[in-house]
């Protein structure tokens, strides 16, 4: 298995609706990362969770880590048409001293109006 | 700031020839990563550097590929001979890094090239 593997691999929901998608990974890290990916675009950094930190908010996303299981959740609530695309988790681990990063697979996020 | 700049935005070449792909990282950022995105193998961590020193290349394909920074404002990566299994989209992101240690900074990518090898 890959570090940083996203779950579901696909995921369809309705506009307003709760979207939650899943990573897990296997090796120490010192952060965890989410991007988003619009087709045909670079990545957009999204949030940046700490190991030390358990719960990260930002707008209308929540990110959760749980170092002790290795896996990590985000939340996208209220969702819009406009957040359909592929999410990525990214580790950074401390052997690296968190200079690389190590992308999942990705979510692929639609949102129908 | 225009971000992360990356040229050409589209390549598309004959097998055998020489691609070069350029990238422009933010200024003020000292670290600088290259990646390939593919269906099949997802996103690739390729090289990167930090102040312009390679640190890590141990995802560059084959010797095939090489990737330098002159400077703190340019990068290429070129591979030649081209192949067709080397299509894809080559990203190139900076970040900034306080200092060696220190907790990793959000990386910013580019938009991208997309090689087509034929």
């Known amino acids: 298995s890959q570090q940083g593997e996203e779950d579901p691999q696909a995921l369809s929901i309705q506009e307003g609706e709760n979207a939650t998608m899943n990573c897990s990974y296997k090796?120490?890290?010192?952060?965890l990362q989410w991007y988003r990916q619009n087709s045909g675009r670079g990545l957009v950094h999204l949030i940046l969770?700490?190991?030390?930190?358990r719960e990260k908010h930002s707008g209308r996303l929540r990110v959760t880590l749980d170092t002790s299981k290795k896996s990590s959740s985000l939340l996208i609530t209220a969702s819009r048409a406009a957040d359909t695309a592929s999410y990525f988790c990214?580790?950074?681990?401390?052997?690296?001293?968190?200079?690389?990063?190590?992308f999942g697979e990705g979510t692929q996020l639609t949102v129908n109006p | 700031d225009a971000g992360v700049i990356q040229s050409p935005r589209h390549e598309v070449t004959e097998m055998g020839q020489e691609v070069t792909l350029r990238c422009k990282p933010i200024?003020?950022?000292?670290?600088l990563f290259w990646y390939r995105q593919t269906m099949m193998r997802g996103l690739e961590l390729l090289i990167y550097f930090n102040n312009n020193v390679p640190i890590d290349d141990s995802g560059m394909p084959e010797d095939r590929f090489s990737a330098k920074m002159p400077n703190a404002s340019f990068s290429t990566l070129k591979i030649q001979p081209s192949e067709p299994r080397d299509s894809a989209v080559y990203f190139c992101a900076s970040s900034f890094r306080v200092r060696l240690g220190a907790w990793v900074n959000e990386q910013y990518f580019g938009p991208g090239t997309r090689l087509t090898v034929t």
């Open positions: 090796t120490s890290i010192n952060n």
């Open positions: 200024s003020g950022h000292n670290s």
């Open positions: 990214a580790t950074g681990r401390k052997e690296t001293s968190g200079s690389r990063l190590t």
């Open positions: 969770i700490r190991s030390n930190e």
